[in-house]
């Protein structure tokens, strides 16, 4: 086997993405030696009974000392006061980075708490599911999925390129970007989909004249896919908004107006408009998954073990009907 790229490498939060990183971490080869930090003892204790890591520190401190990587698994919103607790404890040339599904605020809360002597490139893995927790992770999560990095400027090329390569070794595909533009698009590719979800879940809970046991008993696919994502981290999601907020409020103004066309359409009997846009989003859907038989979105039906509606929508050769 080859000599791992890392001697050591600090996680700190063992949740779905910091036990995914772990597990890849170990048994791909990535690292000699997986040192995992989380807050809560109980936390800790199932990565521990998991076998995620080499050691376990309810520390942050002693968990980053040595280490020639350290990635903040935790909600955005944790990430700036753990920057400052680890901060003092940071090994020179250490790459500092994070999975956060926010960059912006992460850059503005971190970067000043971090020692000039370690090499700052923040990451988001573009891969998750509806799960939390040590438990939920698995070695595939990021298997020909994307990973973004939004170095700083005046970063080290060298500590980008070894961390693309962190990434690569999991079987994630890399693209750098500035944060503010990584903000942008995931508002409207994540973020907003997500509220979208939330929303129209609630809305269904709370309607008087459709008990809650028809919506159950109905729901067809497409409500279902909803509640799975509905079903996500509500402490990550929080965050995700508080911190997103002008890319967000951007995304959903314009959501409003084109939802605003449509109930016009509909109210006027617009038949035209409402053809036109459907055929038009068929299109879309349809040449993102002709793109995806060559790039990362030939995904559908990846994961045989999970039941969701990526697996139902897919046939067994993975097209979808
Ligand atoms: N869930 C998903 O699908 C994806 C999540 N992300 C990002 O990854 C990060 C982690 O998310 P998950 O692993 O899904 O969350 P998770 O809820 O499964 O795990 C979060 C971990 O952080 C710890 N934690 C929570 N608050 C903390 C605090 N204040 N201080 C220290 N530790 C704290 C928890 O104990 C847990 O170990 C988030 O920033 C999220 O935006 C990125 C890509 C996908
Ligand atoms: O579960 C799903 O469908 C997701 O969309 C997962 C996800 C959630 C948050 C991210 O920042 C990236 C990926």
Known sequence: MSEPLF?????????????????NAKKRGLARHVAIATRRPETLARAEELELGDSYHADFAEAVSGADLVILCVPVGACGAVSALIAPSLAKGAIVSDVGSVKGSVVEAMRPNLPAHVHFVPGHPIAGTEQSGPDAGFLELFENRWTILTPVEGTDEAAVQRL?????????????????????????????????AFNIVGTAADLETVTQSEVIKFSASGFRDFTRIAASDPTMWRDVFLTNR???????????????????????????????LFTRTRAIRRS??????????????????????????????????
């Open 7 to 23: 001697e050591r490498v600090a996680l700190i939060g063992i949740g779905l993405i910091g036990s995914s990183i772990a597990i």
């Open 164 to 196: 693309r390569a962190f990434w690569e070794g999991m079987g994630s595909m890399v693209e750098t970007m500035t944060p503010e533009h990584h903000d942008l698009v995931l508002a409207i590719v994540s973020h907003v989909p997500h509220l979208i």
């Open 246 to 276: 002008d890319a967000v409020l951007e995304m959903l103004a314009r959501f409003s107006e084109d939802l605003a066309s449509l109930q016009r359409a509909i109210r006027w009997g617009d038949g035209d408009a409402l053809f036109d």
């Open 288 to 321: 993102i998954i002709a793109a995806g038989q060559d790039t990362a979105d030939a995904d559908f039906g990846r994961q045989p073990h999970r039941r969701d509606g990526w697996n139902e929508a897919a046939g067994a050769d993975g097209k979808i009907r």
